[in-house]
């Protein structure tokens, strides 16, 4: 399953909302109603760290200000207010079969 | 707190052998698959492997695929990664993962270690 992020790079401005998309080749809508879409962001010199899970679940201590939405092939991350610590690269990936497969990452920086 | 510190990493000539570890501690390591991923210089992620409860499924990206073997050890709480005819790019920063399985092959990582680098020169 191929995973397609936009944009590859997101300057934004702290306090304003910001949005990434991600798109995948095949759907990953199950059966059971969930989708298995996880997004993950890398902070600088850190390594990943899960945001959201099942689409549109966020993961024990994230933030309220990070949201997942989408259904099948279409997905998007939401920040309501960008805090200046959630600078970093983001990445979907899909969970629904293996190999797991990522999106090549939306960069975000402050303006 | 979940940890999984990994070790191992090191420069190494392309056609050579490098055997990665993972120590997990903080949870109950025999309940989890676990998957190892990497991530090139400046590039994005690429899931490796992945290794069920019982160490008796796994599963390989095709580019690792034979080249590649995944284990595990529940009395040392510990995940390797056996890498064998290494090539340049092969060189990326190796990481351990938690991976939560839903069943029917759906599976999502949801802890990291911190990484360890491999270097494969020419």
């Known amino acids: 399953i191929v995973m397609t992020q936009s944009p590859l790079y997101l300057p934004v401005t702290p306090g304003e909302p910001a949005s990434i998309s991600c798109r995948s080749s095949?759907?990953?809508?199950?059966?059971?109603?969930?989708?298995?879409l996880a997004w993950y962001l890398q902070k600088p010199g850190q390594s990943p760290q899960l945001l959201i899970h099942?689409?549109?679940h966020r993961a024990s201590g994230v933030p309220v200000r990070f949201s997942g939405s989408g259904s099948g092939t279409d997905f998007t991350l939401k920040i309501t207010r960008v805090e200046p610590e959630d600078v970093g690269v983001y990445y979907c990936?899909?969970?629904?079969?293996?190999?797991?497969?990522f999106g090549g990452g939306t960069k975000v920086e402050i303006k | 707190d979940v940890q999984l510190v990994e070790s191992g990493g090191d420069v190494i000539q392309s056609g050579g052998s490098l055997r990665l570890s993972c120590e997990a501690s903080g949870f109950t390591f025999g309940d989890y698959w676990m998957s190892w991923v990497r991530q090139a210089p400046g590039r994005g992620l690429e899931w490796l492997a992945n290794?069920?409860?019982?160490?008796?499924?796994?599963h390989y990206v095709d580019s690792v695929k034979g080249r590649f073997t995944i284990s595990r050890d529940h009395v040392k709480s510990s995940l390797y990664l056996q890498m064998n005819d290494l090539r340049p790019e092969d060189t990326a920063i190796y990481y351990c993962?938690?991976?939560?399985?839903?069943?029917?092959?759906?599976?999502?990582?949801?802890?990291w270690g911190q990484g360890t680098q491999v270097t494969v020169s020419a």
């Open positions: 095949q759907s990953l809508l199950q059966s059971n109603g969930y989708n298995y």
């Open positions: 290794i069920r409860q019982g160490g008796d499924e796994q």
């Open positions: 990936m899909q969970a629904l079969q293996t190999p797991l497969t």
């Open positions: 993962t938690r991976t939560h399985n839903y069943g029917s092959g759906s599976q999502e990582i949801d802890s």
């Open positions: 099942l689409g549109s």
